[in-house]
């Protein structure tokens, strides 16, 4: 779906694959491709160049694993938690196996 990606809507959170020569341009446009191809449906990621770059600020790292609490929805929890909790509601991993099936391996724990 275009405009973001499951929960996150928005410009922020579209998806792009990033190259920097022809030889990886080719090799993303191929993996496109072969994924729409496998999920019988158009591939919205485009192929950018990458000519810039904005490394995410220190509390985006790792924030999955987070012991640090934050308040959410669901009030106080840890970032990990919260990040769980987020993953559920927004039907993210469900999605993905739904998609991908076993082939999803990196869809996380439910």
């Known amino acids: 779906m275009r405009g973001g990606q499951f929960c996150d809507r928005g410009e ?3 998806t792009a694959i990033f190259v920097s020569d022809p030889a990886e ?15 019988g449906r158009k591939i919205v990621t485009p192929v950018r160049g990458l000519d810039r ?3 995410a600020e220190a509390y985006h ?15 106080p929890r840890t970032k ?12 993210r991993d469900a999605r993905v196996r739904a998609l991908w ?10």
């Open 12 to 14: 922020s959170y579209t």
């Open 25 to 39: 341009r080719a090799l993303a446009e191929a993996e496109i491709e072969a994924a729409a191809r496998d999920l």
């Open 53 to 55: 770059f904005w490394p």
């Open 61 to 75: 790292q790792d924030y999955y694993k987070s012991r640090a609490i934050v308040l959410t929805r669901f009030g």
């Open 80 to 91: 990990a938690s919260a990040y769980k909790l987020y993953r559920r509601a927004c039907g």
């Open 101 to 110: 099936g076993d082939a999803a391996s990196f869809a996380g724990a439910s």
